[in-house]
């Protein structure tokens, strides 16, 4: 089981984007970009972390740091495309669920698979 911490639980295999935390919607797709991936390896977590804001033409300008944050990770896999280009790269394009704690982050130009036992929104 899967605990969801800071926000809604999901359990369908749909692409997520918009994440429901207590005060709203968080979009990390048309509202932030992607700043780094963070791998901890004490704490077996891997962290993206995004630049957010809720209106998309301050992300550069006001934006502030959001991450959403993997424990207990295993079975790490990160790939990157064979014409991989930053640009592409930069903006989530989904986070799936499958197999209850299999997780697929889709950034475009990279992905990263793995089971995780956790799921935090850290703003």
Same mark, same amino acid.
């Given at each position: 089981m899967?605990?969801?911490?800071?926000?809604?639980?999901?359990?369908?295999?749909?692409p997520?984007?918009?994440?429901?935390?207590?005060a709203?919607?968080?979009?990390?797709?048309?509202?932030?970009? /992607?700043?780094?991936?963070? *791998?901890?390896?004490?704490?077996? #977590?891997?962290?993206?972390e !995004?630049?957010?804001?809720p209106d998309? &033409?301050?992300?550069?300008?006001?934006?502030r740091?959001?991450? /959403?944050?993997?424990?207990s *990770?295993?079975?790490?896999?990160? #790939?990157?495309?064979?014409? !991989?280009?930053?640009?592409?790269?930069d &903006?989530?394009?989904?986070?799936?669920r499958?197999?209850?704690?299999?997780f697929?982050v889709?950034?475009?130009?990279?992905?990263?698979?793995?089971?995780?036992?956790?799921?935090?929104?850290?703003?």
């Amino acid at each position: 089981m899967v605990a969801f911490n800071g926000l809604a639980p999901w359990s369908d295999d749909v692409p997520k984007v918009d994440f429901d935390i207590p005060a709203g919607l968080v979009d990390l797709h048309n509202c932030a970009d /992607l700043v780094g991936i963070h *791998v901890v390896i004490a704490e077996q #977590s891997v962290e993206f972390e !995004f630049r957010y804001a809720p209106d998309h &033409t301050q992300i550069e300008s006001a934006g502030r740091p959001v991450r /959403l944050r993997f424990g207990s *990770v295993t079975g790490l896999r990160i #790939s990157q495309a064979e014409d !991989f280009d930053i640009r592409a790269a930069d &903006t989530l394009e989904g986070v799936t669920r499958h197999s209850g704690s299999e997780f697929v982050v889709d950034l475009g130009d990279i992905q990263c698979t793995f089971a995780a036992e956790s799921v935090t929104l850290i703003q």
